[in-house]
């Protein structure tokens, strides 16, 4: 059974950037296909990017394409967001997301594919 303990949001204002961190225990991250989904009071889950476990391969949502940035370290067990040129419309509850696929380069944007979550960080844009 993994553990997804998401860390490092707070406060930004508007134009300003976070890192994100989500720390994985109970199994190796480099096992996992990782993700980060956000989601706004009154809205639904939202697809932010995705990490495949082998190959390299990331993958963005629309909304956060070209100013997110997903990363890994497998050393520590840890996957980041780098969010730059932060607006309002990205305040919202920041969720690491797991799903086990050894050596694959499958990434996915639903969050119903995914069966590992963290409990969530708030990330607040002030404008």
């Known amino acids: 059974q993994v553990q997804l303990v998401e860390s490092g949001g707070g406060l930004v204002q508007a134009g300003g950037s976070l890192r994100l961190s989500c720390a994985i225990s109970?199994?190796?991250?480099?096992?996992?296909?990782l993700a980060w989904f956000r989601q706004a009071p009154g809205k639904e889950r939202e697809f932010a990017a995705a990490s495949s476990s082998g190959g390299g391969r990331t993958y963005y949502g629309d909304s956060v394409n070209d100013r997110f940035t997903i990363s890994r370290d497998n050393a520590k067990n840890t996957v980041y967001l780098h969010m730059n040129s932060l607006t309002p419309a990205d305040t919202a509850v920041y969720y690491c997301?797991?799903?086990?696929?050894?050596?694959?380069?499958?990434?996915?944007?639903?969050?119903?594919?995914?069966?590992?979550w963290g409990q969530g960080t708030q990330v607040t844009v002030s404008s």
């Open positions: 109970g199994r190796s991250s480099s096992l996992y296909t």
């Open positions: 997301a797991a799903r086990i696929t050894p050596c694959s380069t499958t990434v996915s944007s639903s969050p119903s594919w995914y069966n590992s």
